[in-house]
């Protein structure tokens, strides 16, 4: 008689079904693995994807109903799931964590950033924004004490947790992202890419006005993620060097980026963004996987990490001038342009792929799980 595969329940109420960390990394890993994997999300029908048991969660209207009913009804489902270990992936889903296990349930809490840094950035009252980030750094870390682990997405957000109970597993690409395509770079444009959030944060406005200081005729701005609103949508698509492609799923990032020159990763230096040592910025790893130099924010840690691997140029994020000589600079320098290319695309290859977070991962759930289900 075969044994029963352990089960994994996988809880977030903030993510949708094809979230590349959440789902197309670590969930589909742990079921090609050999575990039984439910995912509590988003989703508008319950249905099996990629071995994957997705469980709808119906989403909430308000910021409100994600926290309290959302956390409420991802609690009832995961309960319902009976599984063996619960992996949360919110920060909301904390007080979740903290009801499964006063029920006896093993929990694992997947930071993926640094929040506390993170409501530094908010548009709360000054007054009371410190003391906000600071109730809640300190609820985190009492909280995750009662887990069983913590998995963070990066080195910095590590040190919050006990070193004990705490893993990185980063947000790289899998090596098939690395994989060329023949033929499929752009020659007619020199292309800069940018894939991501269009927030003010995320400097994407800076990008627009440098694109337009671009000394070299032939370099457009190609953007992809989803936009406020259809206004902000329409000003993209009216720029006359802009083209921007709406909101993408993650299959068809790759066939875009591979069309591309340059990427560019311009956060701008809210707290936020100020602390990141790069290894939960996705895109970061995407660009240099598919061969496109970057742009990136002259933070300290994000500067040192792309001068290390020399697969880009760090410049100053809220300057539009700064940006737009850099990316003439690539384009007038082929030589240059085609040695940060090769450099980023053989970092991925080594050492900055998902392959080597998903050993960490899987590691992780034979030491919490080590004679499978209980």
Not at 145 to 171: C, E, G
Not at 212 to 235: I, K
Not at 271 to 284: F, M, R, S, T, V
Request: charged share 25%; glycine share 6%.
């Amino acid at each position: 008689m075969n044994p029963r595969k352990p089960k994994v329940c996988i809880l977030s109420t903030s993510h949708a079904v094809g979230d590349d960390r959440v789902f197309h990394k670590e969930a589909t890993s742990l079921a090609k693995a050999g575990y039984e994997v439910s995912l509590v999300v988003q989703h508008d029908r319950e249905e099996v994807i990629d071995s994957v048991r997705i469980i709808p969660l119906r989403q909430a209207r308000t910021r409100f109903g994600r926290y309290v009913t959302g956390c409420l009804r991802a609690l009832v489902l995961a309960l319902r799931a009976r599984a063996d270990l619960y992996h949360l992936h919110d920060p909301e889903l904390v007080a979740v964590g903290v009801l499964l296990k006063l029920a006896r349930k093993r929990v694992i809490y997947d930071a993926h950033e640094d929040y506390e840094q993170k409501l530094l950035s908010r548009p709360l009252p000054k007054m009371i924004r410190g003391l906000v980030a600071r109730a809640w750094g300190v609820w985190e870390r009492c909280a995750s004490r009662l887990f069983d682990h913590v998995i963070t997405a990066d080195s910095h957000t590590q040190l919050k947790f006990p070193a004990s109970r705490t893993t990185v597993i980063a947000n790289y690409p899998p090596l098939k992202f690395a994989a060329l395509e023949n033929g499929k770079r752009h020659e007619g444009d020199f292309r800069v890419m940018y894939v991501g959030g269009l927030g003010d944060d995320r400097g994407i406005g800076k990008l627009v006005e440098a694109i337009g200081r671009v000394r070299s005729e032939n370099a457009r701005l190609h953007v992809a993620g989803a936009a406020p609103n259809p206004e902000y949508a329409g000003a993209l698509s009216r720029h006359p060097r802009v083209s921007y492609h709406g909101k993408l799923p993650w299959e068809q990032v790759k066939p875009l980026l591979a069309t591309g020159h340059v990427g560019a990763v311009v956060l701008q230096p809210v707290p936020a963004y100020l602390y990141c040592p790069g290894e939960n910025i996705i895109k970061l790893f995407e660009y240099m996987a598919v061969g496109l130099p970057v742009l990136i924010s002259s933070f300290p840690k994000l500067k040192a990490l792309i001068e290390t691997i020399d697969a880009g140029i760090a410049v100053d994020p809220t300057s539009p001038e700064e940006i737009a000589r850099a990316i003439d600079y690539l384009h007038d320098n082929p030589e240059v342009w085609r040695r940060m290319s090769e450099n980023g695309r053989r970092a991925v290859l080594e050492r900055y792929n998902w392959e080597h977070e998903e050993k960490k991962l899987l590691d992780l759930y034979a030491r919490l799980l080590p004679n499978g289900a209980p």
